[in-house]
């Protein structure tokens, strides 16, 4: 190979690294989660759409470094934490629901790596892309029960969200008494915790969800994201939390 052909093929090597790493429709939209750095009974659940799906609400970077940096770092945590306690293979949401079971020496990893878990699968699992525009009957008559109409409450979990100081999620939960109620919570905490609710909406405050493309601007953030809901699955969750 002459020093003419070698450059050539540096540039087109740089040209496909360039292109791997960037744009819509790329390499990276539409990767595979990379396999869990520890083996074990945890995976990355996979999405139910792609990286690039919830455009221009949800962007195509932010999808991907959400779902297979920061929610796999909870499944690599818990797979090392199932071998300090097996009490980890049972039902999520009952571990959740009463922390003070678990042993104290890996409580609060539990809290926050379950917890972080639950979360991301729940809320991948509430977006999609093109969903409708408005909750079933059922979850509709229940929300204008409860708060008037569907945009009051829409406003009251958007509030919420902007009022959570730092990091955490605001939801739309069934309370112990079989009640509809806006909530947030810290950190990765769930509604089962503290709560003991049941979540039917869950949305992601903490900037790593809307930094890229919203910047500071949550509001802005939360206002787009009611775009992505799968109004059909919170319908499910209302369901399944007042049977
Ligand atoms: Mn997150």
Redesign the pocket.
Known sequence: MNRRESLTLLAGTALAASSTLLGRGSALAQAQPAPAAADGPFKLPPLGYAYEALEPNIDTMTMNI?HTR??QAFITNLNQLATRWPGLADPIEGILSDLAKVPEAVRTPVRNNLG?HF??AF?WDLMTPGGAKEPPAELKSAIDGAFGNVAAMTDKLNAAGIGRFGSGWAWLIVTKDKKLDVVNTPY?DTPHMDLGGKPVIGV?V?E??YYLKYQNRRADYLKSWWNTVNWDKAAAHFRKATA
Do not use: V
Request: aromatic fraction near 16%.
């Open positions: 959400h920061h929610h972080g979360n991301h809320f990765q992601d903490w790593h969800a």
